[in-house]
């Protein structure tokens, strides 16, 4: 017969939820960063390719 399991006290319910948190804050702080660095060229290991002005491939006629 199935026995229910003891209920998680609250305090580790909190300890695991901010684990949980602070993994996404670090990430989001992390992506912004990159993107700053980006926007204002001083990245050094990430390259982004400049547009063109003419699109290769396709022509849209008016």
């Known amino acids: 017969m199935a026995v ?5 006290s609250i305090s580790k319910k909190n300890i ?3 684990f949980w ?6 990430t989001a702080l992390k992506a912004l960063s990159l993107s700053e ?3 204002t060229d ?3 290991s990430f ?5 063109t002005d003419k ?4 022509f ?3």
Do not use: A, C, M, V
């Open 16 to 18: 695991r939820k901010n």
């Open 37 to 39: 660095s980006i926007f």
């Open 4 to 8: 229910p399991k003891k209920r998680t």
């Open 21 to 26: 948190k602070k993994k996404g804050y670090w």
């Open 47 to 51: 390259s982004l390719k400049k547009k």
């Open 42 to 44: 001083k990245s050094k």
């Open 60 to 62: 849209l006629r008016k």
């Open 55 to 58: 699109p290769k491939g396709f």
